[in-house]
Structures are given as C-alpha cells and as structure tokens.
C-alpha cells in the first residue's frame, strides 16, 4: 500500500525511531505518546486492522514483539498494557493493524 505511512515506515522510507526489527514485524516509538512508554508493533505485511489478523503466527509474532519491547523498556516488572483498537469507535486512527505497547505509569480502568 503506497499511501499507508504504516506501510512506508516498515520499508524504511519515513524514517521512525525503530526499538524493534525483524522479519515479520517493526515496533517503533508514537509519534503522539499517551504513557511514558508507548510503541506501536506493526506486521510488515498491510492488514488493515486487528479484526482481519489471520494468520496466528503473524499475531503471535506481534505479541512476542510486545513483550520484547517491555523488557527492553523496563516495564516488564511493573506491568504493562498491550492494546489493539479496532474501528473508528474504538479509537483505529491508521488503517494498519497496530499493537500499542503502553506502561511506565499505572494504568486506569477503565479505559479511555
């Protein structure tokens, strides 16, 4: 997808501050973040949203990216929040399916 900025991160075109790399998935800093740490987890494959994740091994790989970016953090320990948002109403602002990786202060509940 040439005009998904999600799309054009991942192949390295705009540049992002990239904190994970491989060959399923990137997981790069928020440009808007709402925690002291928040990352997005992105596959590098274009799916428009969580909803159409079909292949268990991508979703995993997007889980395991998560955890893996909360150890690097430091947030293992104190806990975290790994987030989908799905649709318009439940906050999908960039049509590519995207984990957020969200800790570094407690979270409330519920949310948003």
């Not at 501050?17 to 997005?40: G, K, M, T």
């Not at 428009?48 to 320990?77: C, N, T, W």
Request: glycine residues 8%; proline residues 8%; contains cysteine.
């Amino acid at each position: 997808m040439d005009d998904c900025i999600f799309c054009r991160i991942a192949s390295g075109e705009i540049p992002a501050q990239i904190v994970h790399s491989d060959d399923r998935v990137v997981a790069f800093e928020d440009v808007n973040p709402q925690a002291p740490v928040h990352v997005l987890v992105i596959p590098r494959q274009h799916v428009d949203s969580a909803r159409e994740l079909e292949d268990p091994d991508l979703l995993a790989a997007l889980f395991a990216a998560g955890h893996q970016v909360a150890d690097q953090k430091g947030i293992s320990k104190s806990g975290y929040r790994l987030v989908f948002n799905i649709g318009p109403d439940g906050g999908q602002t960039v049509l590519h399916a995207h984990l957020h990786v969200l800790g570094g202060r407690p979270m409330t509940w519920p949310p948003g």
